[in-house]
C-alpha cells in the first residue's frame, strides 16, 4: 500500500526550484528513511508564505530512494541530505504554486499523538510545524489531488464538500462500518417487503445483493453515506450495471452510522437521469 506525505521547503528553496522551469524530478530530506518512504509513495512538496499561507509547489511519485552519494553522481546542486528521493521515470511534473487555506484545517496526518492536524492562529500556519514530515490520511490526500489538478475539474469545489461530507472517501475502516451498516439496512427494508435475499458482495458482478420476491428479481448495489448527501464513489462496473440492466437497483444509505439513516432508492434509469456522474480518474493501459 502506497502512502502520501507532505514535505516542507524554506520559501526561499521553493522560488530557486520554481525559476527552474524543468519538472520536478528529485528532493533530499534527512527524514525519508525515518518516515518510511518508498517506491510507489508519493511526497508533495510545500512552503509557507508570509504572513502564514500554506502552498503547495510540487509533488514527486517516488521511483527510488538513494543516498547522497548516488544522488551526487547522478544530479548537480544536490542538496545536503543524507537521503534524496527520485521520481519515477514519465511521471515529472511541472512545479506550481497553489494555496492550500481553503483546505488547510480540513488536512489530517495519521498520528498516534494530538498532531494530526495544522494549528491555524488567526487563520495562518506557522512553517514550524512543517519542520518534521507528515503521513496524510486517504481523505487529505484526496483533498490535496484536487487542489493539484482543479484546472482538469472545474467541478472541484463540489468533489471537495463530497470528502468532507465523508461520501465514500473516509479512512478503510470508518469505510468498512459505513458500508457494513448500509447492507445490514437495505437487507433488511427488503426482507420486511417480503423479498428473499443474497449477498452477493464477493462475486463482484456489479452488485451486492439478489433480491427475490415471487419470481421477480432485483439486483442491488449499497451505498453507505456517512453524511447526508447524496454523493458517492460508483464504479465503471456498476455504471455498466445501471446503464445496462434493467433489474438493477441502488439504495444509498444516508447517515448511515446514526441512529436515524435515510434509504433512497433508485431504478438504474432514474439514476443515469438525476444524478450528475463525475470521472474523478482513469486507468491507462499502454496499447498492444
Known sequence: MSNNFLQYWEPKQADDELSIDEPLNRSGSGQFKRMGVQQGDTVWIVTVRSPGELVVVGRINVG???TKA???RRFTNVWDAPHHIVAESGTEEDLRELSLMDIAADLRFQSSSN?????LEEGRVKAQQLQAMRKLTPT??????LKWYQSELPNAPEIEQQIKSGAGFGDPETNKKVERAAILLVTE???NHGWRVL???TKKCGYDLRCNKQGVVKHV?????RGTGLSFIITAGEMRQARNNPQFVICMVTSALSENPQIFRYSG???IKKFNIVELAFRANLRP
Do not use: H, P
Open 189 to 191: 427494508w427488503y426482507e
Open 70 to 72: 548516488e544522488a551526487i
Open 269 to 271: 434509469e432514474e439514476f
Open 221 to 225: 448495489e449499497v451505498k453507505g453515506i
Open 115 to 119: 498532531r494530526d492536524r495544522l494549528n
Open 199 to 201: 449477498s452477493v458482495e
Open 140 to 145: 487529505s490526500v484526496k483533498l490535496l489531488e
Open 64 to 66: 527510488k530512494l538513494i
